[in-house]
């Protein structure tokens, strides 16, 4: 074996001590409410390959839609119904479930929450869901989306509650479907829609590609020190560049790519959502 080969191999030897062979974030999605699932049924072979976890009070909410694990909340108190709206009920159905949405969040990195906002359960639901992963020592970015303004109480509701997902997420992003109106008669409603599935689609992936590189960076140090040590230990010193470390990570180093609560009123050239 040529002395490159040896390099090479000490370098995935070392990188798979530190990482415990796993080489980039674990990642899930968790839908939350009616909405969410909705968006995860039309989406769901553009994020294939992305565990996904539904919530909700409304058994027939869960149905027709591919998940990897499905969590109908508050049996004994909606009857497998929705929340009806209200805020305090599915809030008690999801405290009543918090064991089994934990057990769907162990052992993740980061976790991707999304929501409609207006209505009773996912409203309520997504910033627990957000508090329970923080507290399991995960990232969390959430995505909720606004109704119209002509759903004018929904509306409202929706807007006095997304400071309550900014509280509890690492990073949020709002989606607003008043954004879609834009559109005049050129679309159908449905076909409208779909702009705010592709918008969740490519959201996710940026982040879970930048996360990736980010992660892989942060380990190439990692190896490239240990490396150095050993070098010393044998009396070979050696110099590290960051080409060296952009180099075994695939990308240049870039600073942190994990959403952060200070990305304060970034928004995007269409106006399609705002991240905070």
């Known amino acids: 074996m040529s002395l490159a080969s040896e390099k090479t191999q000490m370098e995935m030897d070392i990188l798979n001590v530190i990482s415990g062979g796993i080489i980039e974030p674990r990642i ?9 699932a909705n968006i995860l049924r039309r989406t769901g072979e553009q994020l294939r390959g992305v565990p996904k976890i539904l919530i909700n009070t409304d058994m027939a909410g869960l149905q027709n839609v591919e998940a990897d694990r499905k969590i109908c909340i508050g049996k004994d108190i909606t009857f497998n119904g929705d929340s009806g709206g209200y805020l305090e009920v599915a809030e008690k159905c999801a405290e009543l479930a918090s064991d089994d949405i934990k057990s769907c969040l162990i052992s993740k990195d980061v976790v991707f929450i999304i929501a409609g906002y207006g209505g009773g359960t996912g409203t309520a639901v997504a910033p627990m869901v957000a508090r329970m992963a923080k507290g399991l020592g995960m990232v969390t970015f959430a995505i909720c989306i606004l109704p119209f303004s002509a759903e004018s109480s929904r509306r409202q509701m929706a807007e006095d509650q997304v400071q309550n997902l900014r509280n509890e997420a690492d990073s949020i992003v709002v989606l607003d479907n008043d954004s879609l109106l834009k559109f005049g008669n050129e ?8 702009i705010i599935d592709n918008n969740v689609v490519s959201l996710i992936k940026d982040v879970r590609e930048s996360m990736g590189r980010n992660f892989i960076a942060t380990l190439a140090e990692e190896i490239m020190a240990c490396q150095s040590e050993i070098d010393l230990a044998h009396g070979n010193a050696m110099i590290l560049r960051d080409s060296d470390i952009g180099a075994m990570a695939g990308s240049p180093i870039t600073p942190s790519a994990y959403p952060q609560q200070s990305d304060v009123n970034l928004v995007d050239a269409g106006g399609m959502f705002e991240r905070f």
């Open 28 to 36: 899930a999605i968790v839908g939350c409410g009616g909405a969410a």
């Open 187 to 194: 679309r159908t409603l449905e076909s409208a829609f779909r």
